[in-house]
């Protein structure tokens, strides 16, 4: 089945760098910069999502993005 996951990415400043959070997922990541936060919460969630696929045979990824 075919579908799509509607994802979240927030950004803060936290001592002294930013925080990068995807609540849906629970995956979060950090940067120098605004941007550099984004493109490392990007990365990270691409990363999660891969391993997802890798352990499909288990149900992982069904309970995870299930709504």
Do not use: K, W
């Not at 984004?38 to 990270?44: L, S």
């Amino acid at each position: 089945m075919l579908g799509y996951v509607l994802l979240t990415f927030r950004v803060r400043a936290e001592d002294g760098q930013f925080a990068a959070y995807c609540d849906e997922l629970g995956v979060a990541s950090c940067g120098d910069t605004v941007q550099d936060a984004f493109r490392a919460i990007e990365e990270a969630t691409l990363l999660y999502l891969n391993v997802l696929n890798v352990i499909e045979d288990g149900g992982e990824r069904e309970n995870r993005l299930s709504p």
